[in-house]
């Protein structure tokens, strides 16, 4: 393997599962010191416990201070970030909007809307006097689509890629990139944790017609493939991409 991230200080947050974990394995992989944040405290040691030299720290992303906390972690083990994948993220309740009620609304955007600004804003402080960093931020196929029963969550994804152009505007003097991935169908415990809401009698039979759905393998994703993509973005071979938000859902949306 490579190491196109040898010295690099990389903060990965929802690193304990799914796409977060997928990307700080392979960050360490390539040479990258890394940070996990998730508030899942004991899932987050043992994915620590599985990367060689990984930090965790257990942070609630829509929390100022928890965020406030992690960077700081960061900066006093590694001394700078270089490298940030902005990623946590809950699917909240699927239902019509006249069924939901506020708090079901506010329980997603505060970790899928304001715990991406709230990273943005402490990570791009501190990329701003290094002048120089790459952000990955965590969007969705449903942060470019809407779609019926799942209102609060699509939301709070179109805010993500709005936020994403934003930082990418803000940055780009300071020699900071800042992108965003939407992934389509992806089999993580989220994705299961959806096919469950869908269909609480039979997940497996919402699972198998999904995949069917998808035009490139009739498959879900992997978490591995997300990763790819990430790495990619955070890498120098992307040297002239920010302010985009890239689709890998397997021609879903084509
Ligand atoms: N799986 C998919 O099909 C899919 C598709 C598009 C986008 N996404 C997005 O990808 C991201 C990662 O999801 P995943 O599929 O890997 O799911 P996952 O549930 O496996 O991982 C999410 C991780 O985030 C952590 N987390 C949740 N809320 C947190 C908080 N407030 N503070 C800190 N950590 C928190 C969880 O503990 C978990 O470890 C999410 O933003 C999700 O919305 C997933």
Redesign the pocket.
């Known amino acids: 393997m490579s190491e196109r991230f040898a010295g690099k200080v990389a903060v990965v947050?929802?690193a304990?599962?799914?796409?977060?974990l997928a990307a700080a394995t392979r960050l360490a992989a390539e040479g990258a010191s890394v940070v996990l944040?998730?508030?899942?405290a004991d899932?987050l040691q043992e994915a620590a416990a599985s990367i060689h030299g990984a930090l965790p720290v257990v942070?609630?992303?829509?929390l100022e201070a928890d965020v406030e906390s992690y960077v700081a972690a960061a900066l006093s083990a590694h001394g700078r970030i270089d490298l940030f994948f902005n990623?946590?993220?809950?699917?909240g309740r699927m239902a019509p909007m006249t069924e939901l009620s506020a708090d079901d609304f506010d329980r997603v955007w505060a970790?899928?809307a304001r715990?991406v600004f709230l990273g943005l804003r402490a990570v791009l402080r501190m990329m701003k006097q290094q002048k120089s960093g790459a952000i990955v931020n965590?969007a969705?196929?449903?942060g470019i689509r809407g779609s019926a029963t799942f209102s609060p969550y699509v939301a709070s994804k179109h805010a993500v890629v709005g936020l994403t152009r934003c930082a990418a505007l803000e940055g780009a003097p300071f020699g900071i990139r800042v992108n965003a991935v939407a992934?389509?169908?992806?089999d993580?415990?989220?994705?299961r944790a959806l096919t469950a809401q869908i269909n609480p009698e039979d997940p497996d039979g919402v699972y198998q017609r999904i995949a069917a759905s998808v035009p490139l393998g009739g498959r879900y994703g992997t978490?591995a493939e997300v990763a790819g993509l990430v790495l990619w973005l955070l890498s120098d071979d992307a040297a002239y991409i920010s302010g985009a938000t890239q689709l890998i859902d397997g021609a879903l949306n084509a």
């Open positions: 947050t929802g304990a599962s799914g796409f977060g944040v998730d508030r899942a899932a942070a609630d992303v829509s990623n946590a993220g809950i699917e970790v899928n715990g965590t969705s196929m449903a992934p389509g169908h992806i993580t415990r989220m994705a978490a």
